[in-house]
């Protein structure tokens, strides 16, 4: 894949660790400039290292993403330096305790909604000038198989994919004919990452996909073009 993102640039959140650094990295290895977001700096200037160490290119902007004013600055900033945004990663994620939805802590639950549906939005609102800008602009939102098929104990996670995705279906028709921006649902499927060893403490990490092949799936499909509005889920490898 080395080479084939050449020139474009590439913003992806939660990129500190886990699915987000892998794609990070890998974007990076095929060419890509990746912008590298979190609120974790030590954590990014790690994933910025390896990808460095590899003869890649990237730069780190530590964010809360619940901070909608800090995400406007971030646009402003790439469109500065870069005017224009090729790749959009929305990966960022929180997934708050798993409960029963009758007991589920209000302060949470909106946190939750917070990170998950209403920060996705701030992204998509101050970045689409940006893709508009692009050649070939592409959205890839990371959601979770709850989001379509409910489980007990996951209902406030699900819930918050569920409405994640309904926007990026929604933002992928009204850009169909008029933004030329393609959006990609993925569904990275059972994955060793801190995200599901907390939702699944006693399962055996090694008998999961890792991260890296989230991130050359994600980086394939990127560098292949897929129909406007595309949606999978990732298996594991053979």
């Known amino acids: 894949m080395t080479g084939r993102l050449e020139g474009q640039i590439a913003l992806v959140t939660g990129a500190s660790r886990g699915i987000g650094a892998a794609i990070a990295e890998t974007l990076a290895a095929s060419g890509a ?22 003869g890649g290119s990237a730069t780190i902007a530590p964010l809360d993403l619940t901070d909608a004013d800090a995400i406007g600055r971030l646009a402003q900033a790439v469109g500065s330096r ?11 994620a929180m997934l708050g305790t798993l409960t029963p ?12 909604f917070t990170l998950n549906v209403s920060a996705q939005q701030a992204m998509i609102a101050a970045f689409d000038p940006l893709l508009r800008k ?7 939102g990371i959601t979770s198989s709850v989001a ?5 104990f996951w209902g ?4 918050s994919k569920a409405a994640f995705e309904v926007m990026l279906s929604a933002y992928a028709e009204e850009t169909r004919n008029v933004g030329r921006i393609k959006v990609a ?17 006693g399962e055996d990490p090694a008998t999961l996909k890792s991260p890296e092949t989230v991130g050359q799936r994600v980086t ?6 897929y129909e406007t509005n595309h949606r999978e889920r990732i298996e594991n490898p053979a």
């Open 101 to 112: 939805l009758n007991h589920a802590d209000a302060k949470e639950f909106a946190d939750v």
């Open 82 to 92: 870069w005017g224009k945004l090729d790749i959009l990663v929305l990966n960022a």
């Open 220 to 225: 394939a499909l990127l560098t292949e073009g």
């Open 33 to 54: 400039h990746v912008i590298l977001t979190a609120r974790q700096g030590e954590m990014l200037e790690q994933v910025e290292d390896r990808i460095h160490e590899k």
């Open 185 to 201: 649902i993925i569904d990275p499927g059972a994955t060793a990452t801190k995200m599901r060893q907390k939702a699944y403490p």
């Open 148 to 152: 379509t098929a409910p489980r007990a």
């Open 134 to 140: 692009s050649d070939a602009p592409r959205l890839v």
């Open 156 to 159: 406030v996670y699900g819930a």
